[in-house]
């Protein structure tokens, strides 16, 4: 076998528009294998967990599982000043942020608050992002409120559950699973979910009672049914409170003054004006409750209000792992509760344990994208991250919590210098825990409804769909797939259509490679057929590029080169094909020779003892072609079919166009 040489290029007789890369060289980027020789044999069980653990203990392991070590020694007053700021702020936007998820997860107010501490303590220590900041989501409480069905019971299990995943996907390293998930169909999800949580809200703005449903056109059913049940003080209060939040949204936006020789007056003004939009959420909720509250007093019960969220911290104790029965009670109007086991609660649950984890870590290295500034990001350490969070929230009966881009925008705009500013955001949600919540008794539904509302119309993603158009317009097919099937069926259903969908055009791009056909000849006259495949050759495409060297094969006697310089990979199935082409070309007495091909596929075609014929220079190649199947120089000139020859115009167009020709006819054949 030959060693890997300078390639010298090859005269062709046919070309057409030929890109430089397509000439026919030999690779020098790998060195060759010579023996074609199995490898040793791997290591034991007992070497890999040696040197496992020797890996776990090494600084360089500590420093990453551990990533509060690296910024830590480095901090500073100007440090602790700007984590500060910036902890306040986004405290003023999760409180009121928590107390309205909890609605959207169908729990009560409080537990948006109790899963708003305990995941930015654990991010602290653990958190690779500094502006990432972790509670109530939109996306996570929706989810919750699919699976959870609006027990507290199963939604605090069913975060003890997804962190241990989460942990267990970061100790198997599966974070690359949410590469899996297109941008066009994560495009497609958060649209539909935007829609599904406003029209959730749509209840509390209008005042009905009655808006369930398991899918976004059975709560609009339901909302148009109870129709005549609406409240008008309700109704105004809402749309008034959601179009100020819109409004103060794009205040927090202006500069005031000049781009250049700005005064200090003008940032000052423009700080006043920021924080006047960052804080437009609890500025808005004081507001309304006073109001409310001076109304309550005075016996006008325009609103519905929050109500009654019991004071102090939750208790610390292990999440439930079953449901006790619980009988009706027509005084308080409270229904039974039917008693569910562990193995019940888990069974109701279902996909939730496995979408749960995804549509996390997909929102939460969207964060961490979003603020990464060109630096890598460890999707590995975010799932030890966001695991151990959602397992400390649970001890605390706590529900799902994630990163929030929202919230991290206004962390990031605050001024957050690192991790520690969650240490403040949680601290802020335990003071209101402990002494605001009496004053949550009077915030209007609607006032908490319009904050959901104003928040997740932005994450509709019709701006996606014009650069799709015009980039790649199949894309847009899973995309609306994802935004349809969401809406019409139960959110995981719908995501897991959208998923498989996008695969099926993975696969069937995998399962058609492009072969690019050239006629070639050496310097000494021999010509040949040249088929480049641009792909590895594995079970869904290989029988595709058999077909095709047959098809080309069978129409000339001339030797055909399979340029192997794209196959990086190949599979069994592709060995057995392999094996039958060889075949067929032997009982034809027509030579069949692989060029440049890689040496670890080199040992997976060997697995079934393939008489290969291997080049990988150009003098190797041309002595084979010389040689007859008996080994015996042939100094005859291959006979070039007439259908080769003549171009291959019908049979790109038989192919659908997967096949590339370069082929010209003889009369244009000129020497190089």
């Known amino acids: ?161 997804t962190g241990i995943i989460e942990i267990l996907m970061a100790l198997f390293r599966l974070s690359f699973i949410i590469e899996f998930v297109s941008g066009p169909v994560s495009a497609g999800f958060t649209s539909a979910v935007a829609l599904i949580i406003s029209t959730s809200q749509i209840k509390n703005i209008i005042g009905v009672k009655n808006g369930e449903g398991s899918t976004f056109l059975e709560r609009w059913i339901s909302m148009i049914n109870d129709i005549g049940s609406i409240r008008i003080a309700d109704t105004i209060l809402g749309c008034s409170c959601v179009a100020i939040l819109i409004l103060m949204r794009f205040i927090g936006r202006i500069k005031v003054g000049p781009k250049t020789e700005r005064k200090w007056y003008h940032n000052l003004l423009t700080k006043i004006l ?178 959901i509302i104003s928040a997740v119309i932005f994450q509709l993603q019709y701006h996606v769909i014009l650069p799709m158009w015009r980039s790649k317009r199949t894309d847009l097919i899973p995309c609306f797939v994802a935004f349809i099937a969401c809406l019409v069926l139960p959110l995981e259903v719908g995501i897991l259509i959208a998923i498989g969908v996008n695969l099926l055009f993975i696969l069937y791009h995998s399962a058609r490679p492009k072969v690019r056909l050239e006629t070639l000849e050496t310097h000494d006259g021999i010509k040949f057929l040249k088929l480049t495949p641009d792909r590895c050759l594995i079970f869904p495409s290989v029988e595709f590029v058999r077909n095709l060297v047959l098809k080309f094969g069978n129409k000339t006697t001339l030797h055909v080169v399979i340029d192997c310089t794209y196959i990086y990979g190949a599979d069994y199935t592709a060995a057995k094909v392999i094996s039958s082409l060889i075949e067929d070309f032997k009982q034809r007495n027509q030579k069949i020779i692989f060029y440049n091909l890689k040496s670890n596929v080199v040992q997976i075609f060997e697995g079934l003892n393939l008489n290969l014929v291997l080049c990988y220079n150009t003098d190797a190649l041309t002595q084979a072609l010389k040689e007859n199947l008996n080994g015996a120089v042939s100094n005859s000139v291959p006979h070039l079919s007439a259908d080769v020859e003549s171009g291959v115009e019908s049979s790109s167009e038989t192919l659908n166009s997967t096949l590339i020709s370069d082929t010209p006819t003889t009369d244009n054949l000129s020497k190089l």
């Not at 490898?39 to 990533?67: A, H, I, M, Q, W």
Request: glycine share 8%; net charge positive.
């Open 274 to 451: 920021w924080f006047l939009g960052v804080s437009r959420n609890a500025t808005l909720v004081v507001v309304c409750a006073v109001l409310s509250m001076h109304l309550k007093h005075q016996g006008k019960d325009y609103f519905r209000l929050t109500g009654f969220i019991p004071a102090g911290l939750p208790e610390f104790r292990l999440p439930p792992f079953s449901i006790d029965a619980v009988p009706a009670n027509s005084t308080s109007g409270q229904l039974a509760v039917e008693p569910e086991s562990f193995l019940d609660m888990v069974s109701n649950l279902g996909y939730g344990l496995l979408i749960v984890p995804l549509v996390a870590l997909l929102e939460n290295i969207a964060v961490c994208k979003a603020f990464a500034k060109g630096q890598p990001i460890d999707a590995t350490q975010e799932l030890v991250a966001m695991g151990v969070a959602n397992v400390a929230n649970s001890f605390f009966q706590g529900y799902r919590a994630n990163g929030g881009l929202a919230r991290s925008a206004v962390n990031n705009a605050s001024g957050v210098r690192t991790p520690l500013g969650n240490l403040y955001i949680g601290l802020i949600v335990m003071f209101a825990l402990v002494y605001l919540t009496d004053f949550f008794y009077y915030i209007p539904k609607a006032v908490l409804a319009s904050i």
């Open 1 to 161: 076998m030959s060693s890997v040489e300078t390639a010298e290029q090859f005269r062709t007789r046919s070309k057409i528009d030929q890109p430089i890369e397509t000439q026919f060289n030999g690779s020098t980027d790998f060195i060759l294998v010579t023996d074609h020789q199995s490898p040793t044999k791997g290591r034991s069980f007992g070497d890999f967990c040696e040197s496992s653990l020797k890996n776990v203990f090494r600084k360089k392991t500590l420093y990453k599982r551990l990533p509060i070590l690296k910024w830590l020694p480095r901090y500073t007053r100007s440090d602790a000043v700007g984590d500060l700021i910036a902890g306040i702020t986004v405290g003023l936007t999760v409180i009121p942020q928590g107390l309205a998820y909890a609605g959207v997860a169908g729990l009560p107010t409080q537990y948006g608050l109790y899963g708003a501490f305990m995941g930015c303590f654990v991010y602290v220590v653990l958190g690779t992002c500094k502006d990432s900041t972790i509670g109530s989501t939109a996306i996570a409480s929706l989810m919750v409120f699919q699976f959870a069905k609006g027990e507290w019971q199963r939604a605090v299990l069913l975060t003890f559950l």
